[in-house]
């Protein structure tokens, strides 16, 4: 996933309990928490006049710079001349080429991206998860009846995405309809606010999830680790004992005298010690 640091700084920040930022965003707004949020971490602006517009539609060009705020990332200037309606120069070319590079968009059939065009809601879910990272899988037919709208087809291309937005957090936001979710429709500014930071949290989820199980493997290698060398010390310990006594007998396996000798062997185990006679040198 992407790096974390505008995300982070984007679910710590509380913001205060002063008057609403936005005149058409006021205090009781539905959208005015992820709104102002991402407001103070500069992931999107007002407008000259003062206002926010929650209601204007946000077309594709304008997604991807937000979420490449919102992720942290950014644009590799050299990406250029990725297509054809692209204008070469423009403030948003190096985020529409970086992205077509790094295969976040891969635009229309015709080799347009239609930068100027409204995104609908499930275009924008598929931008979301992939600029920010958020692992996609395929889901199975089970997973696919979790998606129950009635203006949503289980086999359309992004199905996936849909399923994918509800289970790590993204969707739903304020005022969606239950039985609807109008893929088509154009995604206005205020819902791809609420989208975006439900996406940075969930982002923040996903990574310290990853981190939580980073550590449990690390607990698991050095627990079976140390099961591992107390086996070897136990089988170490359980084996034969080799005591080594140098008798009193010279090179041709004889006493050197008549004097006689007693030994006394404390044994800690039943196991079958073998004992050798080394004559001694001298």
Request: hydrophobic residues 40%.
């Amino acid at each position: 996933m992407r790096t974390a640091a505008v995300l982070a700084a984007g679910l710590t920040g509380a913001l205060s309990a002063s008057a609403a930022v936005f005149p058409d965003v006021p205090d009781g707004h539905i959208y005015q928490e992820p709104i102002e949020r991402l407001v103070e971490a500069g992931v999107i602006n007002g407008n000259p006049d003062g206002n926010f517009s929650p209601d204007r539609a946000v077309n594709r060009a304008e997604m991807l710079k937000m979420l490449y705020l919102a992720g942290g990332l950014t644009p590799e200037r050299t990406n250029r001349n990725c297509f054809p309606d692209v204008e070469a120069g423009g403030w948003y070319e190096s985020f529409v080429c970086d992205a077509a590079a790094r295969h976040f968009v891969a635009g229309y059939g015709d080799g347009t991206f239609k930068p100027a065009q409204e995104v609908n809601r499930v275009e924008a879910l598929k931008m979301i998860q992939e600029v920010l990272g958020i692992p996609i899988g395929e889901i199975s037919e089970i997973d696919r009846s979790v998606v129950n709208f009635i203006d949503v087809s289980t086999s359309a291309w992004y199905t996936k995405y849909l399923f994918n937005a509800y289970d790590v957090g993204i969707l739903p936001i304020a005022g969606q309809d239950e039985s609807h979710f109008y893929p088509d429709w154009s995604l206005r500014r205020g819902e791809a606010a609420a989208m975006i930071a439900n996406a940075q949290d969930a982002v923040i989820r996903l990574q310290r999830g990853d981190q939580a199980a980073e550590e449990e493997d690390v607990v698991e290698e050095s627990a079976s680790s140390s099961v591992a060398q107390e086996e070897n010390t136990e089988e170490s310990s359980s084996g034969p004992v080799v005591v080594s006594v140098v008798f009193p007998l010279d090179e041709r396996g004889k006493f050197e005298g008549k004097d006689p000798y007693s030994y006394r062997f404390t044994l800690d185990s039943r196991e079958t010690i073998s004992v050798r006679a080394e004559p001694q040198a001298g």
